[in-house]
């Protein structure tokens, strides 16, 4: 493993520092440079010398103790990253992060940075599960930072539980993995081609009203935008959004439930993968009127009949093309993602619970459950864009599966 990244490892007060000291030296061993910023409540667990030594760098703690009089110390730090890890991070710094506070060299440099963020909690596991501190973790997801999720065990608080700093060789992984990855996603999805639908669907009632839903088409377009950055060639049908469709892709607008049917079916043929993750109305009014539905005494009954099921129906007519569905539920998510996967003839579905936190609709992150013929996998709650790289990787990974089962 020879990493061969600049990691700026920040490290705050709290007693899992002693495993800072062994994170900074697997880092080094792994051929990362490795540079500390300390907060001064870590000093008071490890001196900086202990991190100096192992990382053969200076090691910093004081804004205004500028080591180079051309330089300010905390922008170059910010600029010099490839990636900032902040390890152990207390609820303190989650919070300040989280708030945008800035009144020392680690949260100075964490606001300046354009590096990816990475955060390994440690704490007291009741802290942990505080909500104020759920709350900052989500923020920082939302905001684009990501989390090591911590483990559990003995915490030296006494309590049992989660709260504990991952352990040093497993973060060094976790990194490896990270810059291995992005070296091969740019070709991951080379050669194929992806329809995905998104944004929610319009039924008429009058000129003036319509039936439609919550969907912002957020995920849909995180799925189309993440397609093409792994080398897809991306056709996007979508229904009314607010959203500009990313560059490179090819957009189809439609509105009503039928349309989208229509523009799926007009490009299935030539698809490898098709993603349906648009939320598509269910029923239609079955009979639309010229003018506006005047208000009138008593109630108001419409009729409805169901709209065509778009993923069924592609379902019954695929040949080599792989075939994504969405659940979107607020009960039994797992009875009912894996009744969809068999009653569509889906390959693939991706449920979650819309009532958790940070899965709703208009949200910029998800907490995802991908059911497959092989079984579960459950991601943690992610930037929709992330988790939209997930599945495309779980799709390549399903698909490889199947021709080997067919050879």
């Given at each position: ?80 990253a ?29 606001l ?11 704490m ?9 501190v ?23 608080c ?20 990270h ?34 839903n919550?969907s ?15 080398g ?20 189809i ?69 792989f ?42 992150t ?10 579960i ?8 864009h992330?988790a ?15 021709h080997e089962?067919?050879s």
């Amino acid at each position: 493993m020879n990493l061969g990244k600049k990691i700026l490892l920040c490290v705050t007060g709290g007693i899992a520092v002693y495993k800072a000291a062994a994170l900074t030296s697997k880092l080094v061993q792994s051929g990362a440079e490795v540079k500390v910023i300390m907060s001064e409540s870590a000093k008071e667990f490890v001196a900086p010398l202990t991190f100096q030594a192992l990382s053969r760098q200076d090691v910093y703690w004081d804004t205004f103790d500028e080591k180079e009089s051309s330089k300010i110390a905390h922008i170059d730090l910010a600029d010099w990253a490839d990636l900032i890890l902040v390890a152990p991070a207390t609820a303190n710094i989650i919070g300040k992060l989280a708030n945008g506070i800035a009144d020392d060299m680690i949260s100075t440099t964490l606001l300046a940075t354009k590096a990816p963020v990475w955060l390994a909690p440690a704490m007291n596991v009741h802290m942990y599960d505080h909500p104020a501190v759920q709350r900052n973790i989500l923020t920082l997801f939302e905001d684009g930072c990501r989390f090591i999720e911590p483990g559990e065990g003995y915490l030296a608080c006494g309590y049992v539980g989660k709260g504990r700093l991952e352990e040093p060789e497993k973060i060094v992984e976790i990194i490896h993995d990270h810059f291995a990855q992005s070296i091969n996603e740019s070709s991951l999805l080379k050669g194929k081609r992806i329809v995905i639908t998104a944004g929610p669907t319009r039924e008429m009632v009058d000129p003036v009203r319509f039936f439609s839903n919550r969907s912002t088409g957020k995920m849909g377009y995180a799925l189309a935008e993440a397609a093409l950055q792994l080398g897809a060639d991306v056709t996007l049908i979508s229904g009314p959004v607010t959203i500009q469709p990313p560059a490179g892709a090819h957009y189809i607008e439609v509105l009503s439930a039928e349309e989208m049917y229509a523009a799926v079916h007009s490009v299935f043929n030539q698809a490898d993968i098709v993603v349906k993750s648009a939320a598509v109305a269910d029923y239609r009014p079955i009979e639309v009127m010229d003018h506006k539905l005047k208000k009138k005494d008593g109630n108001l009954v419409l009729e409805f009949e169901r709209t065509k099921d778009i993923l069924k129906s592609l379902g019954e007519k695929k040949d080599h093309q792989f075939l994504i569905g969405f659940a979107a539920e607020t009960t039994k998510v797992e009875e009912y993602a894996k009744a969809k996967l068999h009653k569509k003839n889906a390959d693939m579905i991706v449920a979650n619970n819309v009532t958790e936190t940070g899965s709703g609709f208009g949200t910029d992150t998800n907490k995802v459950s991908i059911f497959t013929e092989s079984g579960i996998r459950q991601l943690p709650l992610l930037s929709k864009h992330e988790a939209a790289k997930e599945i495309f990787k779980e799709a390549i990974t399903q698909m490889r599966n199947k021709h080997e089962e067919r050879s």
